[in-house]
């Protein structure tokens, strides 16, 4: 059974960078039938998703949040990473790590979701 | 970008009954929308892909259909564990995720 872990502080300061860790389990990185994603929640509000990518580094970003994420992935730990630059108030949320189903560069939807983790932006 | 809309925002029903939520996306996506049901505290969970496939270990009440810009999702007698919210999710390109329809208890 496939399982995703999101880790990471809890706590970032404004203008900072936010960077979170998703640890996959029972099953590869590497998988070509496989993309990687992250998507957000604001506290009561709806979904957002940031971006996603699959093991040969080819990533696919919102366009609204492009300017400032960057995904990576090291398929030797089974892990990949979001980074968020220059956060504000409005960058907190909950945060969710995602797997998805993939046919060559056709991303499909997400299968598996981490519990997720919140991540506060406050001085 | 291609934007989605639920409706209602908020549904009151008793269980047994059958409920449905509609999604529409801006443009035409063809068949390329997921329902997630998501529950207090919880991560979303696939229950419809590809606009009318039931994902694995789904319960049979739960039914997706629709094409192009118009999808609906329907629980067909609602049962307890059925009170949640549900997320429309377009994957034709990029994705963009519905604001969402809570369903409480009436």
């Known amino acids: 059974q496939l399982q995703l872990q999101e880790s990471g502080p809890g706590l970032v300061k404004p203008s900072e960078t936010l960077s979170l860790t998703c640890t996959v389990s029972?099953?590869?990185?590497?998988?070509?039938?496989?993309?990687w994603g992250w998507i957000r929640q604001p506290p009561g509000k709806g979904l957002e998703w940031i971006g996603s990518?699959?093991?040969?580094?080819?990533?696919y970003y919102n366009p609204s949040l492009k300017s400032r994420v960057t995904i990576s992935i090291d398929t030797s730990k089974n892990q990949f990473s979001l980074n968020l630059s220059s956060v504000t108030a409005a960058d907190t949320a909950v945060y969710y790590c995602?797997?998805?189903?993939?046919?060559?560069?056709?991303?499909?939807?997400?299968?598996?979701w981490g519990q997720g983790t919140l991540v506060t932006v406050s001085s | 970008d291609i934007q989605m809309t639920q409706s209602p925002s908020t549904l009151s029903a008793s269980v047994g009954d059958r409920v449905t939520i509609t999604c529409r996306a801006s443009?035409?996506?063809?068949?390329?929308l997921a329902w997630y049901q998501q529950k207090p505290g919880k991560a979303p969970k696939l229950l419809i892909y590809?606009?009318?496939s039931l994902e694995s270990g789904v319960p049979s009440r739960f039914s997706g259909s629709g094409s192009g810009t118009e999808f609906t999702l329907t629980i067909s007698s609602l049962q307890p564990d059925d009170f949640a919210t549900y997320y429309c999710?377009?994957?034709?390109?990029?994705?963009?995720f519905g604001p969402g329809t809570k369903v409480d208890i009436k």
């Open positions: 995602a797997k998805g189903i993939r046919f060559g560069k056709l991303l499909y939807h997400f299968d598996y």
């Open positions: 029972g099953g590869s990185i590497s998988s070509s039938s496989y993309y």
């Open positions: 990518m699959y093991y040969s580094g080819t990533t």
């Open positions: 443009q035409s996506i063809s068949s390329w």
């Open positions: 590809k606009a009318s």
């Open positions: 999710q377009q994957y034709n390109s990029y994705f963009t």
